[in-house]
């Protein structure tokens, strides 16, 4: 079974400093991983993506990398802004899964401006 | 926009009722999904489906029935809810030969 684990739970840093979000898996079989955004009392909003052949993927601040063979993500997003206070979870999809979803618990982040 | 819409939004029902909670999707997609959403859990998978009239288990399936009659429409039952099942629930769809899982507004169920 699939096991995603984010560390650290919650995160507070100072408008403009550049945030790092980490996330683990056990089982290194997978066909992607998805980063989602989740603000308080609402659904998950789709920030990036990448496939298990890909090692990054980028859209404007955001940066994701991801390296299989170790069971890690990383996701970085520049210069943060205190619009980006919400809560950001990773989900794996493993090989042969259905396109089912593991899901992490989450990091909250909180932008202090 | 996913076009996935949720009903209802909040719910508050009592110990030992039934409750169903509707699923809607515009864009004809295949797969649909029901997930629950606690704190310290993320979101965990209840069932699925992967076309009309197929669905199966995710991993927390127990007390729990869905069905899937019409393409569009995916329908979460709790068949006599439990104070365990307060959650708040999130359907989800998986667009063909697309890689992104979108979910749907999400509905807050509170069973007192």
């Known amino acids: 079974k699939q096991e995603v684990t984010q560390i650290p739970a919650a995160l507070s840093v100072p408008e403009g400093e550049n945030l790092v979000l980490n996330c683990s898996f056990t089982d290194s079989a997978i066909y992607n991983l998805q980063w989602f955004r989740q603000d308080p009392g609402k659904g998950l909003t789709s920030l990036l993506l990448?496939?298990?052949?890909?090692r990054e993927q980028t859209s404007g601040r955001l940066n994701a990398s991801l390296d299989k063979s170790s069971g890690r993500s990383t996701l970085y997003i520049a210069a943060s802004q205190p619009g980006d206070s919400a809560t950001y979870l990773c989900?794996?999809?493993?090989?042969?899964?259905?396109?089912?979803?593991?899901f992490g618990a989450g990091t909250t982040v909180t932008v202090r401006a | 926009d996913a076009g996935i819409t949720q009903s209802p939004r909040h719910k508050v029902t009592e110990t030992g009722t039934p409750v169903t909670l509707r699923c809607h999707q515009t864009?004809?997609?295949?797969?649909m999904y029901w997930y629950r959403q606690d704190p310290g859990h993320g979101l965990r998978l209840i069932h699925y489906s992967y076309g009309v009239k197929d669905t199966d288990k995710g991993e927390v399936s127990d007390g729990y029935s869905v069905s899937r009659s019409k393409t569009e429409d995916f329908l979460l039952t709790l068949e006599s809810a439990t104070s365990s099942q307060t959650s708040v629930y999130f359907c989800a769809i998986q667009r063909a030969l697309h890689p992104e899982q979108y979910f749907g507004p999400g509905t807050r169920l509170t069973v007192t």
């Open positions: 864009e004809n997609h295949r797969y």
């Open positions: 990448i496939q298990s052949s890909q």
């Open positions: 989900a794996v999809r493993s090989s042969g899964s259905d396109y089912k979803l593991s």
